[in-house]
């Protein structure tokens, strides 16, 4: 790999980010890591940020930096906010809720890869969208709690801008690929219960941010595009098979 080759992580001070900053650092990609958590300024493996990506301005700024580094060939679209959002909240809240999530999980999305994307034109390149187990059909009876329609929303919206942009940018080089995993133990993992302590029975079987890491590695050296990777708690983690055309952003 040429040793100017960027990687951008979004929302890398803690979580699955900071491990997929980490990583494509150690993978040998100059890595510009951003977060509106200033936490992210004092990890040394990379070149931290502190910027909101559902904010136009400071997403340039980012791309900006990134291309003074080097060639932009990674994106990877982390940054998420969820919330309990029931059906039946008042108004006001649901209008409140839908900018709170939407804005980052998926305006956030959209401005990070179209500011990236016309530097990543000439050398081609991954994006790479964290969705959720939420999308695909789950492996379990646990998929689409009926209190999270936003975020469970932003997520399948995910999978329109995967599946146009992986055809769309094909030409280029670019490939445009999913994460979709069920349990990882993060700091939004733990904020779900109380003291951020996982049961039991979620501890025994929770995934880690570094297995899922090592899983966007993977995904980058397959050079495939336009699928949906799912990651499932208790089960080994592996890219499977390439599945029909119909079936890889769905499942
Ligand atoms: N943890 C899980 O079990 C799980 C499962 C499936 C999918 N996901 C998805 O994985 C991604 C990472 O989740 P996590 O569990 O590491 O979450 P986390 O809350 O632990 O970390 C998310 C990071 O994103 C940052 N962030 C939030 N809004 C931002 C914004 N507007 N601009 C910049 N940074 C912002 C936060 O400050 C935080 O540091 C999210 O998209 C989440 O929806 C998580």
Same mark, same amino acid.
């Given at each position: 790999m040429s040793d100017d080759n960027v990687a951008i992580v979004s929302g890398a001070a803690r979580g699955m980010g900071k491990s997929f #900053? @980490?990583?494509?650092?150690?993978?040998?990609?100059?890595?510009?890591?951003f +977060?509106? +958590?200033? %936490?992210?300024? /004092?990890? /040394?493996?990379?070149?931290?940020?502190?910027?909101d990506v559902s904010e136009v301005d400071q997403v340039e700024a980012v791309v900006r930096e990134a291309? /003074?580094?080097?060639?932009?060939?990674?994106?990877?679209?982390?940054a998420g906010t969820w919330r309990r959002t029931?059906? @039946?909240? =008042?108004? @006001?809240?649901?209008?409140?809720?839908?900018?709170?999530?939407?804005? %980052? *999980?998926?305006?956030?999305?959209l401005m990070l890869s179209r500011a990236s994307i016309a530097h990543m034109k000439a050398a081609g390149g991954d994006i790479i969208n964290v969705s959720s187990y939420y999308v695909l059909p789950a492996k379990s009876a646990g998929t689409n709690p009926p209190d %999270?329609?936003?975020? *469970?929303?932003? /997520?399948?919206?995910? *999978?329109?801008? %995967? +599946?146009a942009w992986a055809k769309y940018l094909d030409e280029y080089g670019i490939r445009v690929n999913g994460m979709c995993m069920g349990a990882v133990d993060t700091p939004m993992l733990r904020g779900l219960y109380s003291d951020n302590k996982l =049961? +039991?029975?979620? #501890?025994?079987?929770?995934? *880690?941010a570094d297995d899922i890491s090592q899983q966007l590695i993977e995904i980058i050296d397959s050079g495939r595009t336009g699928e949906n990777f799912g990651a499932?708690?208790?089960?080994?983690?592996?890219l499977g098979d390439r599945l029909p055309l119909h079936r890889r952003i769905t499942g």
């Amino acid at each position: 790999m040429s040793d100017d080759n960027v990687a951008i992580v979004s929302g890398a001070a803690r979580g699955m980010g900071k491990s997929f #900053a @980490e990583r494509l650092s150690a993978e040998g990609y100059r890595v510009v890591a951003f +977060d509106v +958590d200033e %936490t992210v300024l /004092k990890n /040394k493996a990379f070149h931290g940020l502190v910027a909101d990506v559902s904010e136009v301005d400071q997403v340039e700024a980012v791309v900006r930096e990134a291309n /003074k580094l080097g060639v932009i060939k990674v994106v990877v679209n982390n940054a998420g906010t969820w919330r309990r959002t029931p059906v @039946e909240s =008042p108004w @006001e809240q649901a209008i409140s809720d839908w900018d709170y999530i939407m804005d %980052t *999980n998926l305006k956030g999305v959209l401005m990070l890869s179209r500011a990236s994307i016309a530097h990543m034109k000439a050398a081609g390149g991954d994006i790479i969208n964290v969705s959720s187990y939420y999308v695909l059909p789950a492996k379990s009876a646990g998929t689409n709690p009926p209190d %999270t329609d936003l975020y *469970n929303a932003s /997520k399948w919206a995910l *999978n329109g801008f %995967t +599946d146009a942009w992986a055809k769309y940018l094909d030409e280029y080089g670019i490939r445009v690929n999913g994460m979709c995993m069920g349990a990882v133990d993060t700091p939004m993992l733990r904020g779900l219960y109380s003291d951020n302590k996982l =049961p +039991d029975e979620m #501890a025994a079987v929770v995934m *880690n941010a570094d297995d899922i890491s090592q899983q966007l590695i993977e995904i980058i050296d397959s050079g495939r595009t336009g699928e949906n990777f799912g990651a499932w708690v208790g089960e080994q983690i592996s890219l499977g098979d390439r599945l029909p055309l119909h079936r890889r952003i769905t499942g």
